[in-house]
């Protein structure tokens, strides 16, 4: 049996369609990963659902924050015309922060991620103490 989706296998998801993938409840990776590639629907069907998972994200910094977290894990993984397109979307949010201090924060955390994509790190393998 399929197990529902959870942030941690959209952003894995997301490297396969290039966004954040998620569904609303009942939704399993698993369908959406089984969806085939090219198939227009089925990637507008992935951008529908995407878009309604962002937005049952009340906090708009947590919406910032996760956009900013997807386009650091594709600017590392080399996929920087998707990092760039994620960091847009974290920017479209930010731009409607009616908190100062909100707005700030976000601005800041998107600046950091936007040196990143220029200039991206790969991920160090963490090796077991000897």
Known sequence: MARPL???AAVVISAVFGWFAA?????CAEEIAARPAG???SAEATESEAKAATQSIVSRLSQVWMFSDLALGHARAGKRAVAETALDRGLEVARDLDNAWGRARALARLATVLVEIADPHPYLPIEPAQ
Do not use: I, K, R, T
């Open 23 to 27: 569904g609303p409840a009942g939704l």
């Open 39 to 41: 198939d227009l629907a």
């Open 6 to 8: 959870n942030f941690a």
